[in-house]
């Protein structure tokens, strides 16, 4: 059955990347949200296999909607990405419960095994 996942990403053009690559190689995106607080909204809604999320974003960070998301469900499976391969950010990612960590620009065999990983 394949994996239900949700894109959240400030970048409409990142979205539509992330989701080309995932719908290619036969994973369902259920959905989509543009900032941290809709992804937490839409995780709550959807509650999908995975998301795919971005650090940067406006209204709520990638990592407060990590915090969040994994406070109302302590199994979520989430992938941090980010442009900005700060290792402050990754170790604080990781410690806030992400499974993994993409940096952009992507490559579409890495966020795939990324994906493979964590959700298989």
Same mark, same amino acid.
């Given at each position: 059955m394949a994996k239900n996942i949700l894109i959240c990403d400030d970048a409409a053009f990142m979205r539509m990347m992330i989701k080309d690559i995932l719908t290619k190689n036969g994973y369902n995106v259920a959905g989509e949200a543009e900032n941290g607080a809709k992804a937490v909204e839409k995780y709550n809604e959807l509650k999908p296999d995975l998301v795919l999320m971005d650090i940067t974003m406006p209204e709520m960070d990638g990592i407060a909607a990590?915090?969040?998301? &994994?406070?109302?469900?302590?199994? #979520?499976?989430?992938?941090?990405?980010?442009?900005?391969? !700060? !290792? #402050?950010?990754?170790?604080?990612?990781?410690?806030?419960? #992400? &499974?993994d960590f993409i940096v952009k620009p992507f490559q579409a065999d890495r966020v795939i095994e990324a994906v493979k990983k964590v959700v298989g």
């Open positions: 990590l915090k969040k998301i &994994k406070e109302n469900d302590p199994g #979520a499976m989430v992938i941090m990405c980010s442009a900005m391969g !700060q !290792q #402050a950010m990754v170790i604080e990612s990781i410690q806030a419960g #992400a &499974k």
